[in-house]
């Protein structure tokens, strides 16, 4: 027997049509810096000038199947090409300008990006880059800027009002495969180059509908939610495609995202939800209280991007009423892989351990743990292991760049069925919630076991004669690897490393307790703030760490 | 630029991991008659015992693309085979047990059905039907009833539980294309024989995602939904999908629609939510005005299938603190097809004639009208056309029977360039939102304009004088169709059609004003209570109505 039903690809077009029809009165709020002058843009106007911009670039030579990438902040300008350029069927490239030059450089020259669509205001950024990008030959740049930093370069410079002005407001959007490419991401890697992860219109497409759905965001027409996720940070954690699909209007903060701007907009334009990472909302929490705005219309928050302390999670929801939803996701997983709502018939005390958690798996996002051994683990909220997922928005591989014939799969970051492994270690309760511990890589592989490194640090972070504490893996002839502490004591003195792993005996097993030790100044941090730990374990290998080994402790 | 995406089918047999595994403990529970003792089964077992059903069945002969049929009421039996018999490759068909025994005779044929599995209670109905059913070779019994029935027939008859007792409570679920069939219906047309629809894996994964959207029926894990709407009519509304999707647990009434135990399982149970036709509400409204009980857990209905008057609508709301969503939709449509949620910032009853409305289209559904000429109509909330509608799970074709090679596409149901004729007319307001006023078959075409049969009939019946009235068209040389008025009247006496038509003059254009009167005794109706005027055609096209032509109306 064969279906009967309609074969209708599921494509970024799909949603630019409804949105612009359905829904469209409602609203991309840019913000300007004054609460008395946002610009409000419908959906309707976004549609049409985002006709207007595929027949720009097209003029540019932007051809289907070549990317258009785009170096901006959250604004209406970046929504019009996040629904122009995968309509006309080629592939929104955003580019993350908190990333460093040189990165940048790369992965403008990986993409083979010839268009870039630059806020006025980013330009200091893009400009020393340009002699070096002999390929890109055209640069639009929208708002307010200093273009005669552009003088000289060989690229062609274009004004987007200009480009757009004038043009016919409906395009001939082309039919599509649901599977073509429709936007490019790349991951910044802390180590090595950044990968590239193209979406398809179907991946994009599914993602929205699970934002949408009432167990993630359950965002509707109704509602305006401030995005203050950025655009060029895994598609604004798919805000855009999901308002308009569904029809909430979107706040978008533009360049001005330090925490009293922040609270400026929520008290003028009162949206009901927002999504960002935590150090946003504790910076908005701090600056509430000293300067109090009237945030009451903020129902709901999603936290991402790095796990929410407990503490910023209750402030939110018991002094402002904002009930915060963590999730977890990457690049990779288009990024939603959990939402932490949690199970029906608890009470609230009841509810801190789920909410804690990353969460919930959608239908969409299979998963199983990897353990040491490389064996399925069970789901029983103890045993960790690798987390490994499987779906329609899932990554299944990078992009090679241009010229390559398909997606490039390194087995560090893919299963040889495909799955794709997260470079997270956690554990699953057996209704289906995901607590993450540890980074892979930060795992210590002790004797066919694994021990945390991120527990280990928590754990001596109690002590009262540590400042911080670093515990990274060394090398070892009969265990395969065995932690190393690195501490940073409260005092100058000595330190009583016995006394420490006694402290830390008092709650883990004999066989997980550090028996090499060391005392640093400061533990390093990457540029966001992260323990980076690859310098430890270099000074370590270099020998240029005074490590004590302590005699095995008594049983 | 190619996709780095995985290539993951959207499949029922997805649907059924993720229910049982993330979703085990949520329950579908089976109302038994008695509030002490309703059978609660969780998606756990439901996971496992589908399981053994696929096993029993392959050991029946069922195969993959092979249709298995259910003569089930809603029960927790009934979602086993919704997910059994698809992730096994094979076709649910949900039989209507409602239907007349020759269109069930013919259904069963017509789709080549060779294994029944039928709720006990149906047996009286299914039992005559066996002798002239020659292909039916097993017949699977679930909960009591009279086999005895069944002695005699040729096919062999099982036990539900004994067909899956001791067997694997896990499968070999197949990797499935997710274009293949899933399941099979047929509508219940009035005139001809029914036509099937088959649903894909795809079909009914996008469409239960649409469900689980906040703009439709926003259900989440800690929810429990009564499903009155059967699941032998258009899959229960997607309703046994969606819970294991989301993990909403699933109030199930068996065969115990009455309004007292509909009434009484809610009190007992405590859903949040509930779907079915009007008159299940209209009733449970009465039952509840007799005998009370405390329906407070009750938030938000969805009701379709047919107009909910705003009277029901306003007693839910105001007395009972129930939400209506009205929502228009059709077997070809699966069938969610709109959800009338009003747009923000409205009053309370600045929201009624957008709750009237059948409401919005998601963007899984596009539509357009299509006028008298065949030209697309304007969406200014006043121009009429039929609908047409496009998108993934709406039916592109009719199943032809077992020997056909493709769906059939009659012109009268579906356009040239594939799209769905639903034989529904109406307005759509510039902002999306459907008014639908007349069955195409029933407006009159009149000189390139239609008018509206059941604005003409709204408007007789408000004359003190008729007790009923319906409007049918009829031929008319000029002007290709006429309105014929049949009126009731209220006492015997002579009608005064110029009367009648000059309060009708107070309100229409002279252009749409029946000159073409007669009286009736009483409208001919279905065996639902509508309108049937097919007869009234056939009464007017044999002579058999005395018809009074009136003059031209002066102006």
Chains 1, 2 share one sequence.
Not at 82 to 105: C, D, E, K, W
Not at 216 to 224: E, Q, R
Request: hydrophobic share 40%.
């Amino acid at each position: 027997m064969f279906s009967t039903m309609q074969d209708v690809p599921l494509t970024v077009t799909r949603i630019l049509r409804h949105g612009q029809r359905i829904h469209g009165g409602s609203q991309v709020i840019t913000w300007t810096g004054d609460p008395a002058t946002p610009r409000r843009r419908t959906y309707a106007e976004i549609g049409a000038r985002a006709a207007q911009l595929a027949h720009g670039l097209r003029e540019l030579g932007v051809r289907p199947g070549q990317p258009a990438a785009t170096l901006m902040w959250n604004n209406a300008e970046h929504v019009e090409a996040y629904f122009a350029i995968p309509a006309m069927g080629s592939v929104l490239h955003t580019l993350n300008l908190r990333l460093p030059a040189h990165q940048l450089s790369f992965i403008i020259q990986h993409a083979d990006d010839r268009v870039i669509i630059a806020n006025g205001s980013v330009l200091p950024l893009l400009a020393p880059l340009l002699p070096a990008l002999d390929r890109v030959e055209h640069i639009v740049v929208s708002g307010p800027g200093d273009t005669s930093l552009l003088d000289g370069t060989r690229a062609r410079v274009h004004d987007y009002e200009e480009l757009i002005a004038g043009r016919p407001t409906t395009y001939p959007w082309p039919d599509l495969d649901e599977r073509a490419a429709a936007a490019l991401c790349y991951t910044s890697g802390t180590t090595g180059d950044p990968s590239g992860i193209v979406y398809s219109h179907r991946s994009i497409y599914l993602h929205s509908m699970q934002v949408n759905t009432a167990e993630s965001m359950a965002l509707t027409a109704g509602d305006v939610s401030l995005a203050v996720v950025p655009q060029f940070h895994v598609l604004s954690w798919g805000l855009p495609h999901a308002a308009l699909l569904s029809g909430f209007s979107l706040l978008m903060p533009d360049r001005f995202l330090q925490p009293g701007p922040l609270a400026d907009m929520i008290a003028a334009e009162r949206p009901r939800h927002a999504a960002a990472v935590p150090t946003i909302f504790q910076a908005l929490v701090h600056e509430l209280a000293e300067r109090p705005r009237d945030i009451s219309a903020l129902a709901s928050v999603t936290i991402g991007g790095s796990a929410c302390p407990e503490s910023l999670m209750r402030t939110l929801d018991e002094r402002y009423g904002v009930r915060v939803a963590h999730a977890w996701g990457m690049t990779e997983t288009s990024p939603l892989g959990t939402t932490s709502q949690p199970p029906p018939g608890l009470t609230p005390e009841e509810e801190w351990p789920y909410r804690l958690s990353q969460g919930r798996f959608p239908a969409g996002v299979e998963a199983r743990l990897i353990g040491p051994d490389g064996a399925e683990m069970p789901w029983d909220g103890t045993a960790a292991g690798e987390l490994e997922v499987r779906g329609p928005w899932i990554a299944g591989g990078y992009y090679g760049g241009a010229g390559a014939t398909g997606p490039e799969r390194p087995a560090d970051r893919f299963s040889p069925d495909g799955w794709l492994r997260t470079g997270d270690v956690g554990t699953i309760s057996p209704d289906g919630y995901l607590t993450l511990t540890d980074r892979a890589k930060d795992v210590i592989k002790s004797g066919g076991e694994w021990i945390s490194s991120v527990e280990l640090e928590g754990l001596l972070m109690g002590h009262p004669e540590v400042r911080e504490a670093a515990v990274v893996a060394v090398p070892d002839e009969r265990w395969g690897e065995r932690p190393l502490a690195c501490v940073v004591p409260v005092t100058t003195g000595e330190v009583d490393y016995a006394a420490l792993r006694a402290f830390l005996g008092e709650r883990l097993a004999r066989w997980q307790l550090p028996e090499h030790w060391t005392t640093i100044e400061e533990v390093p941090k990457t540029s966001v703030g992260k323990y980076d730990k690859k310098v430890l374990r270099a000074r370590q290998a270099a020998g240029d760490l005074t490590v004590t080994t302590l005699a095995p402790a008594p049983r």
